[in-house]
């Protein structure tokens, strides 16, 4: 049996390295968070072959002092916190003390800084945990660390890593997140020499994600302003047109830290629940300021976790912040046509190439006798004189008139030439070289008058150039009830309604959904319901901890229109349902309720989980598509939106309305050019 031993420095070293770098991005983040906490303002980060073989982070913060280098890559050695009460209220990215030293057991590290108050800098070497002496050197004020050969004396550990491409884009994955977290500090991204990032660090956020995402996703933001209950939501979040397929889009940050929780998580996808299809996730860059005193980030070896002391009220200060903006415009989605390819060549013009191209290629495969050649001479040189606009039949005189020519493939040519030029030239009045060829017709003469006169009716109405706001009249309110026309059905499921200068299409089943919803969580806040005997009773076996849900909340059944009883052990019997779901009560349905309720975090804006849950059900009576709808039908259905809270999307997130401006539809019909 072996004996227990104490391990040597190095070994020790190297397992906490292990909890601590797992790639070079785990690098990167300690030495960027360090940079972070001296009061950089500017960041660098430059990286080859993904990381593996060299790292350089450049900062231009507060520097080390020359004789706390050798101290700094000791294990636990730190300026951030000087005893165990610090950790309650922690406001610095770092505070363990850990990453340096676990940086240099598995790598080769070199130091260089300089403080503002010294004359030169510092250089330091450390390799595999061993290091030298400081070494004065020139230096610019702040800190560059350069680390090479990652995992170099680990090769079990080196041979885990994932190819170079794969490394640089986690590592470049998180200089985003940073950069979003930190808009003030200008960020650079470097990798094997050709820049990938760069932000101004001018402090605004929209320009980071312009940086980051681009012009489509910076185009469709929604600002976010939220203090209360001693929390502080700021950010941007994406309009419902913004979604991804996974959470990459989810940014949060907890104190300027980017962490990973599924509390906020589900913060953000319940907030949006009703807005978004489902398994969609939406755009956010949440900047969230707490207490350090509620928060604990001493859960992690990486800090990327979080543990709140009270979660429900972390979880409902998101919801809400995010709701509120939701809330706060029309979110109906403007739809754009794209442009029809433009023709570069008239039909006239086109058909005379392709017959040239015919002739030459006859000419090529042919011999032609010296009568047959002069034909063609003749007939070219008549083909090139032909007034494009002339409004006259093509005249031709034969080459030879005493003799009548040859009626080979030439000659034929020659026909079908003279037959299409002659119709092109007749229809084709607008298509002239010089003006005094143009012969106007009254119809003409119509045409062009109408054109100028809209033209000068367009100019007159038409403003100073702004950008486009789609919320200034808004066809969802009271006011616009009695402005808008309907104008007819088509497909047996969409409506077409015009108001001022927008043509608005709704689609009458996902509509439909939303009143029911809205409607029966409405008569649920208010208890206005009955309930209805089911005969049979539906049987529900549940385990213990099923059970144990439905017990705790019986009271809420009860009081929404149920009427449960125990039926044996671990079994109950549902005797009457609310009458809004005597028709689509089944045993399913009442076990997706049960299991809904299984996550302890729940919204507290709206109505309880229940509630939402069976008004969910409750849409299943909705009409559906391809069903014929009376237009006072229509215009019932339309006023209730107009009362609704959330009209824009359907309870499972799509959208309910879809606008077009008369402007697009004038672009198309070429009236605007």
């Not at 020790?12 to 303002?41: F, Q, W």
């Not at 929780?261 to 755009?283: G, L, N, R, T, W």
């Not at 919204?603 to 309880?608: E, F, K, Q, R």
Request: proline residues 4%; contains cysteine; hydrophobic residues 35%.
């Amino acid at each position: 049996m072996s004996r227990i031993q104490v391990l040597d420095q190095v070994t020790i070293d190297k397992i906490a390295a292990g909890e601590v770098i797992e790639r070079p991005a785990s690098i990167v983040k300690e030495l960027m968070e360090n940079a972070i906490d001296a009061g950089a303002t500017s960041i660098t980060v430059e990286i080859k072959d993904g990381g593996i073989s060299f790292i350089r982070v450049t900062d231009n913060g507060c520097g080390i002092e020359l004789e706390d280098i050798p101290s700094a890559f000791l294990r636990h050695s730190t300026s951030k916190i000087r005893s165990a009460e610090d950790l309650s209220h922690i406001s610095s990215l770092g505070f363990r003390g850990e990453a340096l030293s676990s940086i240099a057991a598995v790598a080769q590290v070199e130091l260089i800084t300089k403080t503002k108050d010294s004359t030169f800098g510092a250089s330091y070497r450390i390799e595999g945990g061993k290091g030298g002496h400081p070494e004065e050197t020139g230096a610019p004020n702040g800190t560059t660390f350069l680390v090479r050969q990652l995992f170099y004396n680990t090769p079990a550990r080196r041979k885990f890593l994932k190819t170079p491409m794969t490394e640089a884009s986690h590592v470049g994955d998180l200089v985003t997140r940073l950069s979003l977290s930190h808009p003030e500090i200008s960020f650079q991204f470097r990798n094997n020499g050709q820049s990938k990032l760069h932000t101004s660090g001018n402090g605004r956020l929209r320009d980071v994600i312009y940086h980051v995402y681009g012009r489509e996703i910076a185009s469709h933001l929604l600002e976010v302003e939220y203090e209360g209950r001693g929390i502080r939501i700021t950010g941007c979040i994406g309009e419902p047109v913004v979604s991804r397929g996974n959470r990459n889009f989810e940014n949060y940050f907890i104190n300027g830290r980017y962490v990973k929780s599924s509390v906020i998580s589900k913060a953000i996808e319940d907030a949006y629940k009703d807005f978004q299809m489902q398994h969609k996730y939406p755009f956010t860059v949440l900047h969230i300021q707490v207490d350090t005193e509620i928060v604990d980030v001493n859960v992690h070896p990486t800090k990327m976790e979080v543990r709140f002391q009270n979660q429900q009220e972390m979880y409902n200060c998101v919801c809400e912040a995010i709701a509120r903006s939701l809330r706060h415009d029309e979110l109906i989605p403007q739809i754009d046509l794209p442009d029809p390819p433009e023709m570069t060549k008239t039909i006239a013009q086109n058909t005379a190439e392709n017959i040239e191209k015919q002739s030459a290629l006859y000419k090529k495969q042919s011999k032609p006798d010296s009568i047959g050649e002069t034909e063609k001479e003749k007939q070219s040189v008549l083909f090139k004189k032909q007034p494009e606009s002339s409004g006259q039949n093509v005249q031709t005189q034969p080459a030879q008139p005493d003799r009548e020519p040859r009626k080979d493939l030439d000659y034929f040519m020659k026909k079908m030439r003279e037959r299409v030029l002659s119709y092109h030239q007749q229809n084709g009045a607008a298509e002239v070289k010089e003006q005094g060829q143009i012969r106007e017709t009254e119809a003409a003469r119509d045409r062009i008058r109408e054109a100028v006169n809209y033209r000068v009716e367009t100019e007159k109405t038409e403003h100073a150039p702004k950008q486009l706001d789609l919320f200034e009249e808004k066809l969802l309110s009271p006011q616009a009830a009695s402005q808008y026309r309907i104008i007819g059905q088509i497909f047996e499921t969409y409506w077409l309604v015009e108001f001022k200068d927008n043509l608005y299409i709704i689609d009458q089943h996902a509509a439909h959904e939303r009143v029911l919803y809205e409607k029966t969580l409405a008569g649920m806040k208010t208890r206005d319901f009955t309930s209805q005997i089911i005969s049979p009773p539906i049987i529900l076996n549940l385990t213990m901890q099923e059970a144990q849900l439905l017990n705790t909340y019986m009271d809420q059944f009860t009081r929404i229109g149920f009427e449960i009883e125990e039926f044996g052990q671990d079994s109950y019997a549902v005797r009457a349902v609310p009458d809004n779901l005597f028709s689509i009560a089944k045993r399913d349905l009442l076990m997706e309720m049960i299991d809904s309720l299984s996550d302890e975090i729940y919204t507290g804006l709206a109505p309880d989980i229940i509630d939402e849950k069976i008004a969910s059900m409750s849409c299943k009576a909705a009409v559906k598509g391809n069903m014929r709808l009376s237009s006072r039908e229509v215009e019932t259905l339309i006023g209730e939106l107009l009362q609704l809270e959330n009209p824009y999307h359907c309870p499972h997130g799509r959208p309910t309305i879809i606008a077009m401006s008369r402007r697009e539809l004038e672009k198309k019909f070429k009236r605007i050019v």
